[in-house]
């Protein structure tokens, strides 16, 4: 699944579409069957509700993955901001009218890089760079040194809190990074939607110039509802996937 969402936005819309095409071939062929079964005496139509026991249970899926999904995004875009934050409070207060900390300035800005190279980049926040752990330890040193030459207890405590939130932003984009995929339920959801149109196809068995539109219908439904998830399915990967802008942008 990981490699799927990684597509870009034209390849994955033709892996939707063909995927909606063969549910829908799925249906026209189990609609074919349920009917012949019913000229032949095999069978008897359900009644129409049944359709509903496996389309709500389709809906329910489709609601939690959706609800995953965007809260992901959300927190993900939460965390940047943070990040940025503890960037931008960290060089602030390196700066020669406060700390003039040198070795701070520089220990933050080869973190920025290498989290926007190595993390964002090649590894989509799903694993830590090591330049980036190197850099992380760089700050660290660099505020010891600053608190052993004997910096004020307030600016050391506030440069110590930055520090802190910077390291909390960073660990959590990279747990999300790394926990945001469901693959068990987007498995369900797709195997739910299979059984949607077998489903729609065995009530309207009796009825077949309604099911092939029915079936054509929900099929659109399914592939435009699926392919809008995928897109977002991981906030660091994918043609939507969201950008380090902001922490280029504050320097």
């Known amino acids: 699944m990981n490699t799927l969402f990684s597509l870009t936005a034209l390849p994955l819309a033709g892996v939707a579409i063909a995927f909606g095409a063969a549910c829908f071939l799925l249906g026209l062929v189990s609609l074919a069957l349920f009917h012949r079964a019913i000229d032949e005496g095999l069978m008897k139509v359900p009644v129409t509700t049944f359709l509903s026991a496996v389309t709500v249970v389709w809906a329910l899926l489709l609601g939690f993955v959706g609800a995953d999904t965007w809260n992901a995004n959300a927190d993900a875009a939460r965390l940047?901001?943070?990040e940025r934050s503890a960037i931008l409070r960290l060089e602030g207060i390196a700066q020669p009218?406060?700390?003039?900390?040198p070795d701070l300035h520089a220990a933050v800005e080869a973190y920025r890089r290498a989290v926007v190279a190595g993390e964002w980049g090649e590894g989509r926040n799903r694993r830590p760079d090591p330049e980036a752990e190197r850099a992380v330890e760089l700050i660290r040193g660099a505020i010891v040194a600053a608190v052993r030459a004997g910096v004020p207890e307030v600016l050391a405590a506030k440069t110590i809190s930055d520090f802190d939130?910077?390291?909390?932003?960073?660990?959590?984009?990279?747990?999300?990074g790394n926990t945001t995929l469901s693959t068990y339920k987007w498995h369900l959801l797709l195997v739910m939607t299979v059984l949607s149109h077998i489903a729609i196809a065995i009530v309207h068995a009796d009825r077949p110039s309604a099911g092939r539109p029915a079936l054509a219908l929900f099929a659109v439904a399914a592939v435009m509802s699926l392919y809008l998830l995928a897109l977002h399915a991981h906030p660091y990967d994918g043609s939507a996937r969201l950008e380090p802008d902001r922490l280029v942008a504050s320097r």
């Open 97 to 101: 009218d406060l700390l003039d900390r």
């Open 80 to 82: 940047l901001k943070e």
């Open 165 to 176: 939130e910077l390291q909390d932003a960073r660990n959590h984009r990279l747990g999300l």
